[in-house]
C-alpha cells in the first residue's frame, strides 16, 4: 500500500519497511528500498530492486530480524522474499520452526512438508517435523516421522528420545523404555519412563518406574527428587455424609 509505513526495533535500531524490505548496505547499514515487483506503487523517491535482488535483500533483513528474536517480523520477511524469488530454498525449513514456535500448527506442517520435497532424506527435519506433531497431540504421525527419520539415520539421538516419548503418551511403556535405551542408560530410561508416567497420573507406574531406576543408580537425582515429590502426596479422601 502506498505510503504504508512498518517499523520494528532491532538491537535498538529502528528498521523501516516501506513498501517492502530493508536492506543491508556494504557498509553494514540498513537501507530501506522497494522492489520494482511486486509492488510497483512503492513512493517514487525509493530505489527499486529488480525482484532477485529484492529476494535477496528481503532474505538478509528476515535473517537479522530472526537472530534478534522477531519472530513475527521475520516470518513476514522471510515470505516476502519467497514472494520476490520463488526459487528460493531452506527457506521453508525456517519458516516451519518459526510458525511453529508461533502456535500455528497447520503452516508449521505445510513448510515442514515443503522443506521435504527438497530435502526429503534429511533426518534432522524429518525428527523436527515428528516433534511438531507431537507436541500437538498428533501421536500417529509423529511415529510416522521419527521412524523415518531413524531410518536414514539408525542412530539419530533425538528421533529416538522424541519416538519414545510418542510411544510413551501412546501407552506403549514397554516400546518407549526400549526407545530411551537407545540414547541413555538403563536407570535414566526408567527415571524417563517415570516422567511420562506421572504426567499421565499413573502414579504407582510411575513410582514403581523411578523405584528402578533408583535400584540401578542410586544417586540419579531425577528420579529420586521426582519419588520423593509422589511419595508426599496423599490420595483424596471422599467425604461421604449421612443421608
Known amino acids: 500500500m502506498r505510503g504504508h509505513i512498518q517499523t520494528s526495533v532491532v538491537s535498538g535500531m529502528a528498521i523501516t519497511l516501506l513498501g517492502g524490505c530493508v536492506a543491508l548496505s556494504p557498509s553494514g547499514h540498513l537501507e530501506r528500498w522497494s522492489a520494482a515487483k511486486p509492488h510497483a506503487s512503492a513512493p517514487a523517491e525509493t530505489p527499486e530492486l529488480p525482484p532477485a535482488k529484492a529476494a535477496e535483500a528481503c532474505l538478509a533483513t528476515a535473517r537479522l530480524l530472526d537472530k534478534n528474536g522477531h519472530e513475527p517480523e521475520a516470518i513476514a520477511a522471510y515470505e516476502r522474499a519467497r514472494l520476490y524469488n520463488p526459487k528460493l530454498t531452506s ?8 510458525y ?15 522443506a521435504l ?18 507436541q500437538y497431540g ?4 509423529a511415529e510416522k516421522w521419527l521412524r523415518q527419520a531413524l531410518e536414514y539415520q539408525p542412530q539419530h539421538g533425538r528421533a529416538w528420545g522424541n519416538l519414545a516419548l ?18 541413555v542408560r538403563p536407570a535414566q530410561a526408567h527415571s524417563n519412563l517415570g516422567m511420562i508416567l ?9 513410582k514403581a518406574a523411578f523405584r528402578q531406576a533408583l535400584a540401578l543408580e542410586p ?13 508426599r502426596q496423599r490420595p483424596a479422601i471422599a467425604s461421604s455424609a449421612d443421608p
Not at 498428533?138 to 504421525?141: G, H, P, Q, T, V
Not at 503418551?169 to 526407545?179: D, I, L, S, T, V
Not at 528420579?223 to 509422589?230: H, W
Open 91 to 98: 527457506i521453508s525449513r525456517r519458516l516451519a520452526v518459526l
Open 100 to 114: 511453529d514456535r508461533q502456535g500455528d500448527y497447520a503452516r508449521a506442517r505445510e513448510e515442514y512438508r515443503k
Open 117 to 134: 520435497d527438497e530435502s526429503p532424506k534429511d533426518a534432522d527435519l524429518l525428527n523436527d517435523l515428528g516433534y511438531c506433531c507431537y
Open 138 to 141: 498428533d501421536y500417529a504421525e
Open 166 to 183: 510418542v510411544l510413551g503418551h501412546q501407552g506403549r511403556y514397554k516400546e518407549a523404555f526400549e526407545a530411551f535405551r537407545r540414547v
Open 198 to 206: 506421572a504426567q499421565q497420573g499413573q502414579t504407582e507406574l510411575a
Open 219 to 231: 544417586d540419579l537425582p531425577p528420579a529420586r527428587f521426582a519419588l520423593e515429590q509422589l511419595e
